[in-house]
């Protein structure tokens, strides 16, 4: 019923965003004479932009890279770079974790993504290779590639834009991008499942269309508390997890422990002394030995960067590695068209 009550409010944003692209046509839009990639999506999160930043991190690893990104989160203003000092507050979840993943890489923060750019190339001129973390709603600036992420489970044609849905724009913001990558898919996908998508999504003739899906790597301990236990000795698992979308990962919970206890929270969330005594009390009552904290990578940067980090400390905390990987049939071709991309503007290095 509610949402017969918001549907106004989403088509007056449908409409004001449409506007909003329209008034950003070329000729307001900056551009720069670089190898710039965007990965962003259409909804609030959750489909996946970091591990798909890091598969372009491995992919390009012989150029110069930059990652640029809003900071989403922090508490801080302005141009920033990621070291080994900062903490999530100061330049957001998704920097931190890509920095201390990929120490050969330079991150940098920018809400505003034009004056990043100049920065970086001011500061840091050996970059060849730049990647926008979650700037397809930049406007004002123009990449070289645009690469929108949808979520096959909950894809943008089956969404609404807000707030009678999960869009920040309407579907048609889609036209713009020249890669669609359908993400989180399964590890094989029916053949007549992986035609109606394709006909939903009803690619431009300049865009392409790849199918990706999530693999999972061996628990890693995140504490001194968690290298006392052997990893194959974890039976019983209390899940803790605050992102956008956790449905793989406690769908990976489910299907790999016998005994499991959940702690969900809202995406980016801070951790609190009484989030800490949850887990706590969590473990004392579990009905086996050996239990275990067990968060993904982005919740385990804030667990590590809270001001309770004694505290969890003292317990068995891991986190659960992730990566992204291509359907055999889509892989060839999807590195094959981002390396033509960035040879175009580095034929010589």
Same mark, same amino acid.
């Given at each position: 019923?509610?949402?017969?009550?918001?549907f106004?409010?989403?088509?007056?944003?449908?409409?004001?965003?449409?506007?909003r692209?329209?008034?950003y046509?070329?000729?307001?839009?900056?551009?720069?004479? $670089?190898?710039?990639?965007?990965?962003? &999506?259409?909804c609030?999160?959750?489909?996946?932009?970091?591990?798909?930043?890091?598969?372009?991190i491995?992919?390009?690893?012989?150029?110069?890279?930059?990652?640029l990104?809003?900071?989403?989160g922090?508490?801080?203003?302005?141009?920033?770079?990621v =070291?080994?000092l900062? #903490?999530?507050?100061?330049?957001?979840?998704?920097p931190?974790?890509?920095y201390?993943?990929?120490?050969?890489?330079?991150?940098?923060?920018? $809400?505003?993504?034009?004056?990043g750019?100049?920065?970086?190339?001011?500061?840091?001129?050996?970059?060849?290779?730049?990647?926008?973390? =979650?700037?397809?709603?930049?406007?004002?600036?123009k990449?070289?590639?645009s690469?929108?992420?949808?979520d096959?489970?909950?894809?943008y044609?089956?969404?609404?834009v807000?707030?009678?849905?999960?869009?920040?724009?309407?579907?048609?913001?889609?036209?713009?991008?020249?890669?669609?990558?359908i993400?989180?898919?399964p590890k094989v996908i029916?053949?007549?499942?992986?035609?109606?998508?394709?006909?939903?999504v009803?690619?431009?003739p300049?865009?392409?269309?790849?199918?990706s899906?999530?693999?999972?790597?061996?628990?890693?301990?995140?504490?001194?508390? *968690?290298?006392?236990?052997?990893t194959?000795?974890?039976?019983? %698992?209390?899940?803790?997890?605050?992102?956008?979308?956790?449905?793989?990962?406690?769908?990976?919970?489910?299907t790999?422990f016998?005994e499991?206890?959940?702690? %969900?929270? #809202? =995406?980016?969330?801070?951790?609190?002394?009484?989030?800490?005594?949850?887990?706590?009390? *969590?473990?004392?009552?579990?009905?086996?030995?050996?239990?275990?904290?067990?968060?993904?990578?982005?919740?385990?940067?804030?667990l590590?960067?809270s001001?309770?980090?004694?505290?969890?400390? $003292?317990l068995?905390v891991?986190?659960l590695?992730?990566?992204?990987?291509f359907?055999?049939?889509?892989?060839e071709?999807?590195? &094959?068209?981002?390396?033509?991309?960035?040879?175009k503007?580095?034929?010589?290095?």
């Amino acid at each position: 019923m509610y949402k017969y009550i918001l549907f106004p409010f989403s088509v007056l944003w449908s409409i004001f965003m449409v506007i909003r692209r329209k008034f950003y046509q070329k000729e307001r839009r900056t551009t720069f004479d $670089k190898a710039i990639i965007c990965v962003g &999506n259409l909804c609030m999160g959750g489909s996946g932009k970091t591990p798909h930043i890091e598969y372009l991190i491995r992919l390009l690893d012989k150029y110069h890279l930059t990652i640029l990104s809003r900071g989403y989160g922090r508490k801080t203003n302005g141009f920033r770079f990621v =070291d080994s000092l900062s #903490s999530s507050k100061e330049v957001g979840d998704e920097p931190l974790l890509l920095y201390k993943k990929h120490t050969s890489v330079s991150v940098v923060v920018s $809400k505003n993504r034009i004056k990043g750019l100049n920065k970086i190339y001011e500061k840091l001129p050996e970059t060849n290779v730049v990647l926008l973390d =979650d700037a397809y709603q930049y406007l004002p600036l123009k990449p070289g590639m645009s690469i929108l992420l949808t979520d096959y489970y909950h894809s943008y044609m089956q969404d609404f834009v807000f707030p009678v849905g999960n869009l920040r724009e309407g579907r048609s913001a889609a036209k713009e991008a020249d890669i669609i990558i359908i993400t989180k898919s399964p590890k094989v996908i029916p053949t007549i499942e992986e035609k109606l998508i394709l006909n939903k999504v009803n690619p431009l003739p300049h865009q392409k269309v790849y199918f990706s899906y999530i693999e999972f790597g061996k628990l890693l301990p995140l504490t001194r508390k *968690a290298e006392e236990i052997p990893t194959h000795n974890v039976r019983s %698992v209390v899940a803790v997890c605050g992102i956008a979308n956790p449905y793989p990962f406690l769908e990976y919970i489910r299907t790999n422990f016998p005994e499991k206890q959940q702690l %969900v929270f #809202s =995406d980016h969330h801070r951790f609190t002394k009484k989030d800490i005594q949850k887990m706590q009390y *969590a473990l004392e009552h579990s009905m086996r030995k050996n239990c275990a904290v067990i968060t993904t990578e982005k919740d385990a940067v804030r667990l590590l960067d809270s001001e309770f980090k004694k505290e969890i400390e $003292k317990l068995p905390v891991f986190y659960l590695p992730i990566e992204v990987k291509f359907h055999r049939k889509y892989q060839e071709e999807f590195e &094959n068209q981002i390396q033509e991309y960035v040879e175009k503007y580095n034929k010589y290095s």
